[in-house]
């Protein structure tokens, strides 16, 4: 095996193991393998303690929000049973009389600049970036995820009799057991990187596609044209960057910088033409768009005018 694919099997298996410890205790064979597995390469240690960085936001200015455990217990279930028998009740009656009422909400949704984690029933831990909005609905043969909009990581519990599919702009995305992102911010295309495992990419009449650990989906929506591509650790590791609350810039435009940096504040930064195509490199703090434009302003040596609500980026005038 040669340097880079055995790399890329260490760190799989890495991942593997940061996201079965991150669902909770392991059984004593599992903990036999995971001692086995470090035991038998030195890197391993190091790529395991990679991988667990990826999953735990360390320190971040967006809020983050931690949701408890979402498995209850029978005698909780049964009281919510009861609780959610009882609303769609009322719902049903609502709707009789207020037919044009607006749809229910989402599932779960998130804020500006807030991160949300969520440990879903079945041991799959879904974490959702700024301005997102999803629905679930886990049945028998099958566990739907629908991205309205927004972005989510999916670390899918094993279950081969229902495998974890999530639906967005009439796209599917399907997994078994594996670790992922599906990015819906533009109107232009769908994203989809993989981090653990395989998944199956297809929709609007589009032959299925399958996309493994270590790459990347571009899906157009303007022709449903497909493209997948690999990804190196690095460019892996800035996927997860908004888990940290960080922005993570490799060339972009300022154009798109900006936009980035507006889906986390209420601050919204402004690129005049003749900056907005100048390209940027680094990691910035997500929640701190001003602090962001004052860096642009001192490295490009361009105009900034930061006002309440707005920071505009602009050609420097003449003295």
């Known amino acids: 095996m040669n340097t880079r694919a055995n790399n890329a099997t260490i760190n799989e298996m890495a991942a593997y193991w940061a996201a079965r410890l991150d669902r909770g205790p392991l059984s004593a064979d599992e903990s036999q393998n995971l001692s086995d597995w ?16 990826m999953l735990v ?8 929000v931690m949701e408890e455990d979402s498995r209850r217990r029978p005698a909780q279930v049964m009281v919510l049973s009861a609780a959610v028998t009882a609303l769609a009740a009322c719902a049903f009656a609502a709707f009789l009389v207020y037919p044009n009422l607006s749809p229910p909400v989402p599932a779960y949704q998130t804020a500006y600049g807030e991160v949300r984690r969520v440990p879903l029933n079945d041991g799959s831990i879904m974490t959702l970036n700024t301005l997102s909005s999803v629905d679930l609905d886990f049945g028998e043969t099958q566990r ?20 974890f599919v999530v639906t967005s702009d009439g796209y599917d995305i399907r997994a078994v ?11 232009q295309a769908l994203r989809v990187l993989v981090y653990e495992g395989i998944v199956r990419v297809g929709g ?24 997948v591509s690999p990804l190196d650790e690095e460019q892996l590791l800035q996927g997860l960057a908004w888990r940290d609350g960080k922005i993570a810039l490799t060339g972009q435009t300022l154009e798109y910088a900006a936009n980035e940096f ?6 919204a930064i402004v690129t005049e033409p003749g900056v907005s195509n100048l390209e940027i490199v680094g990691w910035y703090s997500a929640n701190d768009p001003v602090g962001f434009a004052e860096v642009v302003a001192t490295t490009f040596d361009i105009s900034v005018d930061i006002q309440k609500n707005r920071v505009t980026l602009a050609p420097r005038l003449p003295d």
């Not at 739907?144 to 495998?163: H, I, K, M, T």
């Not at 057991?177 to 109107?187: L, P, Q, Y």
């Open 177 to 187: 057991g594996t670790a992922f992102i599906v990015r819906n911010v533009s109107e």
């Open 57 to 64: 936001p360390f320190e971040s200015p967006t809020h983050i």
């Open 38 to 53: 470090l035991d038998a390469e030195a890197r391993n240690h190091g790529a395991l303690a990679r991988a667990q960085a």
């Open 204 to 227: 609007n009449g589009t032959n299925p596609v399958q996309v493994r650990a270590g790459e990347q989906a571009q899906i157009r929506l303007s022709d449903h044209n497909i493209g």
């Open 144 to 163: 739907s995820v629908n991205l309205r909009s927004g972005e989510g990581y999916f670390q899918v519990a094993p279950d081969s009799d229902r495998p």
């Open 262 to 267: 507006n889906r986390y504040n209420q601050i």
